[in-house]
């Protein structure tokens, strides 16, 4: 199955982007496709590339681009969101790119399911 | 879409693919950023040519609810925008019975019309749906 996923949290404060890090990683690893994450709300913050969490906790932000190299996963920041909340190319980790809420839509069209992580 | 797609193919053509989409907001207007965020998907999902709806649950009954004054907290008072929905042909607005009720709301206390329904028909409505966004 064709899987797209939202990301509407933060890293750390909510559990939102460690359970879709988790279904992603169990979904492809079951055979299934994720062809696209989506970040938005405070979810854009999963792309910074200056996160530095404490060494002896797991790297959000790392996790994401690696799984996403692995499996070929677009990872997509909402343009909007991103610039209110001062997240920008020159901050933005390798693997993820910026752009529109169309991408978002064209997820839900695309993928056989999309699902929603957040508040 | 024609946006580059960092190197990931894109197998399908969105194009004449209808699919029913629903925007669920269950959040008060102001307080966090949720429901403006979630008008802002559903202006630009208006241009996909997809079936859209909108369901109004929880304190998202809020969201649409004449009267809305923020000067005072010195936040935009983007109610107005949801009348505008109607001219991008979005016009499949439905309130929850029990969450209007719960908050001692009526159908004429909305700024755009409104279809109620009780929460066994709107579970009935998402089962229809294939795609459901919730903010």
């Known amino acids: ?119 | 879409m024609t946006e580059a797609t960092g190197g990931i193919e894109m197998e399908e053509d969105t194009s004449g693919k209808i699919k029913k989409f629903l925007y669920v907001n269950r959040k008060a207007p102001y307080g966090t950023i949720y429901a403006l965020e979630s008008l802002e998907v559903v202006l630009i999902a208006a241009a996909f040519d997809q079936d859209v709806s909108l369901a109004f649950i929880d304190d998202g009954v809020y969201e649409i609810a004449k009267g809305q004054h923020t000067k005072a907290i010195d936040v935009k008072n983007f109610s107005p925008t949801y009348r505008a929905l109607e001219g991008y042909d979005i016009e499949k607005l439905f309130v929850e019975k029990e969450s209007m009720d719960a908050r001692g709301l009526k159908e004429e206390d909305f700024i755009v019309p409104v279809k109620v329904i009780n929460a066994a028909e709107m579970a009935d409505l998402m089962q229809s749906q294939d795609v459901i966004l919730s903010f």
């Open chain 1, 1 to 119: 199955m064709k899987f797209g996923i939202l990301v509407n949290e933060g890293p750390y404060t909510h559990q939102a982007s460690d359970t879709a890090y988790l279904f992603a990683k169990a979904a492809v690893e079951k055979g299934h496709k994720i062809h696209r994450v989506f970040f938005y709300h405070d979810g854009v913050y999963n792309s910074s590339r200056l996160t530095e969490p404490p060494q002896d906790d797991r790297h959000i932000v790392n996790r994401w681009q690696k799984l996403a190299k692995d499996h070929h996963i677009d990872l997509v920041v909402c343009v909007a969101a991103a610039l209110r909340r001062g997240v920008k190319d020159e901050n933005l980790q390798e693997g993820f790119r910026i752009s529109g809420l169309g991408q978002l839509i064209e997820s839900g069209i695309q993928a056989d399911r999309l699902v929603v992580f957040g508040d």
